[in-house]
């Protein structure tokens, strides 16, 4: 399947990655690390089912869509480059340091794509309804879900063709601080 993963990254590597993902040396080995520790068959890719075996994911709610957006465009193995890149969506914006991983638009199209599960580049009434059906579970009606939904599509839903485009999505997130709110504090 895939070579056996070394141990040890290689200077030049770590600088490619650093360049590209904006991560300093120092975290690129921490999530290194923490990549190894995940391949459990040392085999230096993961799977879908190795995410699904972190503790925080297997409870989220959201946990497999999240994985899915980390699995969509690499089929079923991700090596730990491709690991970085997708790591680096989550990492904080700062101007000088923005990079195409990072930037508000990736932001934006990872969390688009949480809900396109059918990657049609809209969002319909079934797909909205079940990702509130997964945030809010047996908290409220399914009544409500639904009254929540249809007002959620009829306000983003600019065109009136009954989908949210990207487009529509992006507008939706106008005066939300996405940089922020989808960020995490990577350890130095």
């Known amino acids: 399947m895939g070579p056996s993963v070394s141990r040890t990254l290689d200077q030049s590597e770590v600088d490619e990655i650093a360049q590209e993902t904006g991560f300093s040396s120092k975290q690129i080995y921490r999530l290194y690390n923490r990549f190894a520790a995940l391949d459990k068959t040392n085999v230096g890719y993961l799977r879908r089912h190795d995410f699904l075996l972190i503790p925080e994911l297997a409870i989220n709610p959201l946990g497999d869509r999240i994985v899915n957006e980390f699995f969509k465009d690499s089929q079923e193995e991700l090596n730990f480059r491709q690991f ?23 932001k934006l199209r990872f969390l688009f794509g949480m809900y396109d599960l059918d990657m049609d580049n809209k969002i319909s009434r079934n797909e909205l309804l079940g990702m509130l059906q997964m945030m809010v579970g047996a908290n409220i009606t399914v009544e409500q879900i639904n009254n929540i939904g249809d007002r959620t599509l009829a306000e983003a839903d600019l065109d009136g063709d009954g989908y949210i485009s990207y487009d ?21």
């Open 84 to 106: 970085m890149r997708k790591l680096a969506r989550f990492r904080k914006v700062r101007p000088s340091q923005s990079t195409e991983f990072n930037s508000r638009d990736a």
């Open 168 to 188: 529509d999505f992006v507008k939706a997130f106008d005066n939300v601080d996405i940089e922020q709110k989808m960020s995490i504090r990577f350890l130095e």
